[in-house]
């Protein structure tokens, strides 16, 4: 079972970036055995299967990888061989050469492989002129290039959807979280509910960060991607809703925390209680309607308008609540600047 998750993903790739990735390397097999003498244009395929990537972006930075790589192992092992001539031990050698060069210039993992592997290749395939290194960088080049434009002209990826879903669930949860937590404060919990309502308020910090990774990924799509201005504005919008939800995130956890901490059952003697819970089920309505935009087919809801108040004016607390009240009140404060929704006047500011 251990071993199965080792060699297994937790999702299959798409079968249109399997499509695209078998398309490539049969056209760079095609057109390097044109292009050159070569019965077995292997580097060209392998070019072409590595430079096929999720993104535009991430496309081109593999073929630059896979070109560099190859020039630099082609090179070594061409040198390598004309000084010592076709021994068994120089394939050694230039692999040695080829991890410490590697080393010494700072090469990414993936190009200090790719330069290893290619000396390993040429030499092990008989190279022993410069005119078979010339091909065998010709032919990689092409397998490069034509893994680039296979990703750009086939549906180029966007990935967009899994930020619309993070980012959804995100807002979901912090809502049901601040919903959480204002039956909480209307009625008295027990200890193992006050524990839950805290798991459950921390769980929304990886979700948060969930977001913001899809975000990063969704921003790497469109770069270089011909069909990033169908999509710029919904990215945009989206980074926006989760920028917004990111300190929230910290309020409500920090105010689940403090309740938790500083639990007594004569709290709920406290009037201003009442008015925190109210004013945090409208803060998980307000959440929604921020979120709102962002659905495709969006639920109807019992209001289009911000439901969050003015900021409360209370009495002081009994001096053993003052602690929590206070730090209530604060971050829910703090919440309301971040919900509120600027008005057109304060747009035209």
């Not at 979901?172 to 193992?192: C, D, F, M, V």
């Not at 109807?300 to 009994?318: G, H, I, R």
């Amino acid at each position: 079972m251990k071993l199965t998750r080792r060699i297994q993903a937790a999702k299959r790739t798409p079968l249109l970036q399997v499509v695209k990735t078998s398309v490539a390397a049969v056209l760079a097999w095609v057109v390097a055995g044109l292009v050159l003498p070569v019965d077995l244009p292997i580097f060209a395929a392998i070019a072409s299967l590595l430079v096929v990537q999720p993104s535009v972006n991430q496309s081109f930075g593999k073929a630059v990888e896979r070109s560099v790589g190859v020039i630099s192992g082609v090179v070594i092992a061409t040198l390598l061989s004309l000084a010592f001539g076709p021994y068994t031990w120089v394939v050694m050698l230039a692999i040695i050469v080829a991890v410490l060069l590697s080393w010494a210039l700072r090469m990414t993992t993936g190009t200090s492989n790719q330069v290893a592997i290619s000396a390993m290749l040429v030499l092990a395939l008989g190279a022993s002129s410069p005119e078979y290194a010339v091909d065998r960088i010709v032919e990689t080049l092409i397998g490069a290039a034509i893994g680039f434009i296979v990703n750009i002209l086939i549906v180029p990826p966007v990935l967009i959807a899994p930020v619309r879903e993070n980012v959804i669930l995100l807002g979901n949860e912090l809502a049901a979280t601040l919903e959480r937590l204002a039956l909480a404060l209307s009625e008295p919990q027990s200890s193992g509910d006050r524990e839950r309502i805290m798991i459950e308020a921390r769980l929304l910090r990886p979700m948060k960060d969930a977001a913001v990774t899809a975000i990063e990924e969704g921003e790497d799509s469109l770069s270089l991607n011909p069909r990033r201005s169908a999509h710029r504005d919904d990215l945009r919008e989206l980074h926006e809703v989760t920028d917004r939800f990111g300190p929230v995130v910290t309020r409500v956890i920090g105010m689940t925390r403090a309740f938790r901490d500083h639990y007594d059952e004569t709290l709920y003697d406290e009037p201003t209680l009442t008015a925190i819970a109210d004013q945090l089920t409208r803060a998980a309505h307000d959440l929604r309607l921020i979120m709102r935009p962002s659905i495709p087919d969006p639920e109807p809801m019992t209001s289009e308008f911000p439901a969050l108040t003015a900021p409360l004016q209370v009495k002081p607390p009994q001096s053993t609540h003052w602690v929590l009240i206070g730090s209530l009140m604060e971050d829910l404060r703090r919440i309301r600047e971040e919900l509120l929704i600027p008005s057109e006047d304060d747009l035209d500011e």
